[in-house]
């Protein structure tokens, strides 16, 4: 049975970081992309970033660009999703996913809560 459990979300003051991990289980990781989505109450869930097998990253939207950095560490099974200088607009629920190929993910998680406060 697969399973990624999200982890790391929390309440934060504008400008802090928080660092989310994404942990997996019941799949050859090294295998997959990993990405981050979030959703904001009454959005639809956005993309925020990916991170191939081999590492290779790409980002969504420009307003995270340089403020957050996708990653992953094969040998935990772990993908990491690190957030700097964290704004209000940042609040969601940030889900991770894991994609073998194509367009679609495969697996998701249950999400994290990330609250940022001005």
């Known amino acids: 049975q697969v399973q990624l459990v999200e982890s790391g979300g929390g309440l934060v003051q504008a400008g802090g970081s928080l660092r989310l991990a994404c942990v997996s289980s019941?799949?050859?990781?090294?295998?997959?992309?990993m990405g981050w989505f979030r959703q904001a109450p009454g959005k639809e869930r956005e993309f925020v970033a990916r991170?191939?097998?081999?590492?290779?990253?790409?980002y969504g939207s420009d307003s995270v660009k340089g403020r957050f950095t996708i990653s992953r560490d094969n040998t935990k099974s772990t993908a990491y999703l690190q957030m700097n200088s964290l704004k209000p607009e940042d609040t969601a629920v940030y889900y991770c996913g894991a994609r073998l190929s194509g367009q679609n993910y495969d697996y998701w998680g249950q999400g994290t809560q990330v609250t940022v406060s001005s």
């Open positions: 991170v191939s097998w081999n590492g290779i990253t790409i």
């Open positions: 019941g799949l050859i990781f090294n295998r997959y992309s």
